[in-house]
């Protein structure tokens, strides 16, 4: 995966975490790839994206519940993803408990 964190990194962050079921790490990216992300949307046919991990992007989102606790940062995040896609993004997650989650469905 292009710009994976390194173990040291994703420790530093707080964010390293293994797999329930296979109890394998989880990999994840400084920055998203954008050519690949087109490739995906393009290849899979999808239709709505659910933004998930908003709280290690930006810790200032952890346990935002509205729209309006999004910080700039998501926010941009959400516009980025809309204008490279062309869907919408319709879910936003941002923390581990089941409640962190917001509709952005019309």
């Not at 998203?32 to 995906?40: C, M």
């Not at 393009?42 to 346990?63: E, W």
């Not at 879910?91 to 469905?105: R, Y």
Request: proline share 6%.
């Amino acid at each position: 995966m292009p710009n994976e964190l390194t173990d040291a990194e994703m420790q530093s962050r707080g964010i390293l975490e293994y797999g329930v079921t296979t109890g394998r790490q989880r990999r994840k990216t400084r920055t998203i790839p954008w050519d690949l992300l087109t490739e995906s949307v393009m290849l899979n046919g999808a239709t709505q994206i659910a933004l998930t991990f908003c709280d290690h992007f930006d810790p200032a989102t952890n346990g935002a519940r509205h729209k309006s606790d999004l910080s700039p940062r998501i926010q941009d995040l959400i516009a980025k993803l809309i204008e490279h896609t062309g869907i919408p993004v319709t879910l936003v997650e941002t923390g581990k408990n089941f409640e962190d989650i917001i509709d952005l469905t019309p």
